[in-house]
């Protein structure tokens, strides 16, 4: 197993979905606690429309995904629909506008089928030492903030209402949290594609739901799950010959049904 | 002690175009036992927001005095229990200790002295034993009770609390009730709550507040108790009966 990851190319492999993994099963836990997986959803697609668009006009499909993403991230923050549009009815919106929009760029666009290919499935294997170094400053940052203000995001995600009466401005926290989100989706998509860093903000930290008896706990297990699953997945990739990213979910998918079972087993226990 | 703490001074509240309350004229006095009791949906929980900061009034002012030198007065709110998800494995201690999470500050860890108060707290309600039980493991009182110790862990001025005796039985229901009111008897704290249960909110409050169908009145229990005023604003029979100097109102048709 060493060997395999003694090759340079599965050696940044292994450190760009390391990157995005810990980030993703991070960020993940407040995504599964406030009931806002389609949010990711919707987020995960208006960032692919947004690189879409920039591979049919010529742009830095990074730098473009990312502002698409951040402009995204404000208005569901802001809800500047107020009540008239439920909260899901406009993801929804969103996630299906953004769908066809990208669909649409890159039919028009210069390489087509293969562009959209690579949104969609990402191909951890290519990855540049340049975007290495650019997940590794993201990972930074996002961590430094989300190690400051634990209390913060914790407490405003639990109760927000509690939280507004005690003076914090919810709306700007609840920013700067989807603002760390949408750094992290739409960077991660362009190394690995939409289907692995969607997976990574949702099952992981589902198994850590799981398993964990503690808050705390929930976020270790969530990083540990994503990590083994890096690696597992990129191990089975090579051997077997598949794809890294669909091998990563699959290995993902398989420690949530372990997890599942083992919460079965300790519950029957503990009666 | 008698001046006021907050003042709604022609205030109406609503939520995009429908206006739920309108003209709302009403001081809160420091040492205030208020009860906010009317039916569901007739907007307690709106003027609560309003309260609270949640909601800003979209005619009118909410006057918030500021205490002793010159800083605003701290508020302990005590939500419905259906709305904090369980979802979350937080223990009875973490989430009392949520209410110190504001003196601790932004950038700044959990000192002795939050550790201190949070004890207090659960002393006080009596849950000091279920400090490290999950919260979604409690039973509908003991939640209630946790709940209540967050608030007073913030060291309010002024207690809210939003329905703190619905789902609960007979007994968890007044020992809440006697537990709140030792609380303003004995610390001295303004108390504001809100409840669709006239009969329990009746034998401890010292104002009423009535709602229903954005009418809205309010004065002291003797002002506000009186079955013709009851009739004509739930519009069935009621009867008002006071015994061993606790008051029972019946509804409904009655005999005898």
Same mark, same amino acid.
């Given at each position: 197993?060493? $060997? ?73 923050? %802001? ?23 990208? #669909? ?10 293969? $562009? ?7 191909? #951890? ?5 340049? &975007? ?31 939280? &507004? ?45 799981? %398993? ?27 051997? %077997?010959? %598949? ?10 998918? #398989? ?17 | ?12 509240? +609503? ?7 309108? @003209? ?21 929980? =709106? ?34 229990? @259906? ?7 937080? =223990? ?21 002295? /939050? ?12 849950? +000091? ?6 919260? +979604? ?15 007073? +862990?913030?060291?309010? /001025? ?31 704290? =303004? ?20 709602? /229903? ?8 229990? !003797? ?11 739930? !519009? ?21």
């Amino acid at each position: 197993m060493v $060997e395999i990851f003694r090759l340079p190319f599965m050696q940044y492999a292994l450190l760009a979905s390391a990157l995005i993994g810990t980030l993703g099963a991070f960020l993940g836990v407040y995504i599964v606690l406030k009931r806002m997986v389609f949010f990711s959803a919707a987020v995960a697609q208006i960032s692919t429309a947004g690189m879409a668009l920039a591979f049919l006009l010529g742009f830095n499909p990074t730098l473009t995904g990312l502002i698409v993403t951040m402009l995204a991230v404000v208005l569901f923050a %802001l809800k500047p629909s107020g009540e008239k549009i439920p909260p899901d009815s406009l993801l929804g919106i969103s996630y299906v506008g953004a769908f066809a929009l990208g #669909i649409l760029f890159i039919a028009k666009a210069a390489q087509g089928a293969e $562009e959209l290919q690579h949104l969609l499935q990402g191909n #951890i294997l290519t990855i540049t030492p340049e &975007q290495i170094y650019l997940l590794g400053a993201t990972f930074l940052a996002v961590g430094v903030i989300h190690l400051l203000f634990y209390k913060q995001f914790i407490f405003i995600a639990y109760d927000p209402a509690m939280a &507004q009466t005690q003076g914090y401005h919810v709306t700007a926290w609840n920013l700067l949290l989807y603002f760390t989100l949408g750094l992290v989706i739409s960077l991660g998509i362009k190394v690995s594609g939409v289907l692995l860093i969607f997976a990574f903000l949702v099952i992981p930290a589902v198994t850590g739901l799981l %398993l964990a008896r503690k808050m705390k706990h929930i976020f270790s297990i969530a990083i540990l799950s994503s990590l083994a699953s890096v690696v597992g997945g990129l191990y089975f990739s090579f051997r %077997l010959d %598949l794809p890294s990213g669909p091998t990563i979910v699959a290995v993902l998918l #398989i420690l949530l049904m372990i997890s599942f079972f083992v919460k079965k087993k300790r519950d029957v226990f503990h009666g | 002690m008698n001046h006021p703490l907050i003042e709604f001074k022609d205030v109406t509240l +609503a939520y995009g175009s429908k206006v739920v309350i309108s @003209g709302l004229n009403c001081p809160i006095q420091a040492g205030d036992f208020l009860g906010i009791v009317g039916p569901n949906g007739a907007g307690k929980t =709106t003027i609560l927001k309003a309260i609270l900061g949640i909601l800003k009034p979209r005619q009118g002012k909410i006057i918030k005095y500021n205490g002793e030198r010159n800083q605003q007065h701290r508020l302990g709110y005590v939500p419905q229990r @259906g709305q904090l998800d369980e979802i979350f494995p937080f =223990t009875v201690g973490e989430v009392v200790m949520m209410g110190r999470y504001y003196q601790i500050g932004v950038l700044r860890r959990i000192r002795s002295l /939050d550790r201190t108060k949070t004890l207090e707290a659960l002393h006080h309600l009596g849950i +000091a034993e279920l400090k490290d039980v999950l919260y +979604a493991d409690l039973s509908g009182g003991q939640k209630q009770r946790t709940l209540i110790a967050r608030a007073l +862990a913030a060291e309010p /001025d002024i207690l809210i609390l939003d329905e703190p005796t619905e789902g609960l039985d007979l007994n968890s229901q007044l020992s809440i009730m006697e537990l709140i009111k030792h609380f303003h008897d004995d610390h001295h704290l =303004t108390v504001i709550l809100v409840s669709h249960h006239l009969n329990v909110v009746a034998n401890y409050v010292q104002r009423i507040a009535l709602l /229903d169908q954005g009418c809205f009145q309010i004065g002291t229990r !003797d002002e506000i108790l009186t079955e013709a005023n009851l009739q004509q604003l739930y !519009d069935v029979p009621i009867r008002i009966k006071k015994d061993n100097g606790q008051i029972v109102i019946l509804s409904g048709v009655i005999h005898g």
